[in-house]
């Protein structure tokens, strides 16, 4: 009798410290947290492996604020985990959209920083979408910046090799820190993305003109004048070339 109650009271103590135990790790958050609890509380969980736990903090997250990236994102990353591929796309281009309207609205608005920021955030959102990367190239681009511009400009060609503005932002950059032959080799893949990449040819006809090669030039002057012809650049240049031949 009293083996049996010593086993009987065993048990139970076992079963009390697993209680204890899996109280002691049960840190869901409370239906007060704050924004940065759940997003804490959801990447711990996440990293823990406890799946389950961070989509349900995230889900909270994004609940409690609709725009949150971080939540977006976080939830992508569980997804993928999961290999639900379609989920993650899902929430990785709502956090890519959302950014990438903030940026766009900053910029025309004045606000270069916050714009960069935005379009920064949108690039790690979406890492091969071509658009975010090619923004901050050109802010850069416009503010003198071709050697930083180059970084964003080449992972937005790599992006997408079939994105003929990305080739042609590139080639400006390449062409502003002196790497020519590289630029003419950007221009004349954007001509073959787009047969009508009218700045492609101006940038050409400056190539060929600053080598003397003005046979060239003119030809490429005179295709931009077809496409634009209110081109005053198109037209100095295939005038000055012409004046050579």
């Known amino acids: 009798m009293i083996r049996r109650n010593s086993s009987h009271i065993r048990a139970l103590l076992f079963c009390a410290i697993g ?6 790790d049960d840190d869901t958050p409370s239906a007060t947290a704050s924004l940065p609890e759940l997003l804490t509380h959801a990447e711990r969980r996440f990293h823990d492996g406890d799946l389950n736990s961070a989509t349900a903090s995230y889900r909270r997250a994004l609940h409690k604020d609709s725009t949150s990236t971080v939540a977006m994102v976080g939830l992508a990353r569980v997804y993928e985990v999961r290999g639900r591929v379609d989920l993650a796309d899902r929430y990785r281009r709502r956090a890519f959209h959302l950014n990438y309207r903030i940026g766009t609205a900053a910029r025309e608005a004045g606000d270069g920083v916050a714009a960069r920021i935005a379009f920064g955030v949108a690039a790690s959102a979406m890492p091969n979408h071509p658009m975010a990367p090619l923004k901050i190239g050109e802010m850069l681009l416009e503010a003198a910046q071709a050697e930083s511009a180059l970084v964003y400009l080449e992972k937005a060609a790599l992006a997408d090799p079939r994105f003929a503005d990305a080739r042609m932002k590139l ?26 990449a009218v ?7 400056e190539i060929y003109a600053g080598r003397g090669e003005w046979a060239q030039a003119a030809a490429h002057y ?4 077809l496409i634009r012809p209110t081109s005053e650049l198109a037209r100095q240049g295939l005038q000055a070339a012409m004046e050579h031949l």
């Open 171 to 196: 080639g400006i950059a390449l062409l502003q820190v002196g790497r020519t032959e590289e630029a003419q080799a950007s221009f004349e893949a954007a001509i073959e993305l787009n047969i009508n």
């Open 199 to 205: 700045d492609a040819y101006l940038n050409l006809g």
């Open 19 to 24: 209680l204890f135990l899996a109280c002691a």
């Open 222 to 225: 005179d295709r931009a004048l």
